[in-house]
DNA sequence: TTTAAACCTTAAGTAAACCTTAAGATTATT
DNA sequence: AATAATCTTAAGGTTTACTTAAGGTTTAAA
């Protein structure tokens, strides 16, 4: 896990960096709201600190353009301001929660695992093996980071072999999982695996002859 | 939006179908815990509104039960009690809220409300994915910075959307979600994806072949 | 209350993507 | 080299989704 850390505080940016390294939480710290925007064009990371305050801009103002710009990391303010009115507006334009100054650190901790957990709990559907990811929420495939369109069927084939957890498969297994009891007397499995193949990479389904298949690691 | 009522007062279930109907939201009313457990097992709603006094069995077990059974909708409970204990027995066996009677149906509209809205991270009444933004106390949908003025349908499966976080909808989800039980027997929603696309841009819903629908991200 | 406008649901036609086949080619095994 | 298993290809035929328009209903205005 990564933290991006906007502040200007270096003391206070300290502290948070020091704890949150001791939650196993890795902190990159930024100063200025600049690095901030370009860093983020530039990494990953898993969610964001923001001070409002900052000296180089508006810090309101970069939340919603990121939020716009379909960022959506969960995103901690900080500010200096405490009263009710704040709050209300901070979580209006986008952010996840807020937090005033000053405040403990170990509450900050606290605030950043439980919504990362909550943005967690709703997209743990993710299967990863090798270079292959599959998103279950969206239906989507990406192989060696790049999307990959597959058909329906050639979809819920490589489901189950995600599914199965590196077992081999027969073809027979294949053909139930996918279809049911609505049998098919054709070599239809064996199409979509040529298929799937062509599209990512013949290694990617290992074939056991006189067996079945079996999902490979790839790189 | 789709709720489940399970009140045996008619009067009362009355009153609120038709408050939440006049906020846009589709009320599915049952009388008794067994026709609203059996709902559950076959239908999608966004939440619940439990009376816990009704004649054919133990509310407060019903719930715990669904708890337990992995169910983690927002539950809004009704009692006839009006205690602090209660209401704190309430929270403790997994209800998100609490109500006693008699309530303000503009009370518990509100509450569903604030409800839902946290359910899904969304502590604000905006929702910005791309160029699309939707104010939900307005109900206006900007796109591009554009105002566009879409139907009451249109905005119900656009809202939908909105609130799956990026999942892939079904057309049967969707037609469960803005339908209810109200069977529709046709293709009415490929037709009002079809007027959202039109009035904003074809790229905004992608079409998962086979599946369903996403939210895009657009620019 | 009447009238007009907007809207929703249908249904049917069209286009595109997809699935199953089957047959021939290739590869592994004995 | 012979045989069996698997791969590859391409062509119907089928399913799925898109688009359009018409009729009926609701909503709003006069």
New binding site residues.
């Given amino acids: 896990m990564r933290v991006l850390l906007v502040e200007d505080n270096k003391l206070l940016a300290q502290g948070v960096v020091m704890s949150l390294a001791k939650e196993g939480v890795q902190v990159d710290h930024l100063a200025s709201y600049k690095q901030a925007q370009a860093a983020l064009n530039n990494e990953d990371f898993s969610a964001i600190i923001l001070d409002l305050g900052l000296p180089d801009g508006n810090g309101e103002d970069l939340l919603k353009q990121w939020r716009r710009n379909g960022v959506s990391l969960p995103i901690i303010v900080l500010t200096a301001n405490t009263d009710f009115d704040t709050k209300l507006a901070c979580l209006d334009i986008g952010a996840d929660d807020y937090l005033s100054k000053p405040f403990d650190v170990r509450e900050l901790v606290a605030r950043l695992r439980a919504i990362i957990r909550r943005q967690h709990g709703l997209d743990n559907n993710l299967f990863s093996f090798g270079a292959l990811e599959i998103d279950f929420t969206r239906c989507e495939v990406h192989f060696r980071g790049e999307l990959v369109s597959l058909?329906?069927?050639?979809y819920q084939v490589l489901v189950e072999f995600a599914q199965s957890a590196g077992r081999v498969l027969t073809r027979n297994q294949l053909e139930q999982l996918t279809?049911g009891w609505d049998e098919?007397?054709?070599?239809?499995i064996?199409?979509?695996?040529?298929h799937l193949?062509k599209k990512m990479t013949t290694e990617l389904i290992k074939?056991v002859?006189?067996?079945g298949y079996i999902l490979a690691q790839t790189s």
Same sequence: chains 1, 2.
Avoid at 184 to 188: H, L, P, R, T
Avoid at 190 to 194: A, K, L, R, S, W
């Fill in positions: 058909s329906r069927r050639e279809y098919v007397g054709s070599n239809s064996e199409v979509h695996i040529h193949r074939t002859r006189g067996i």
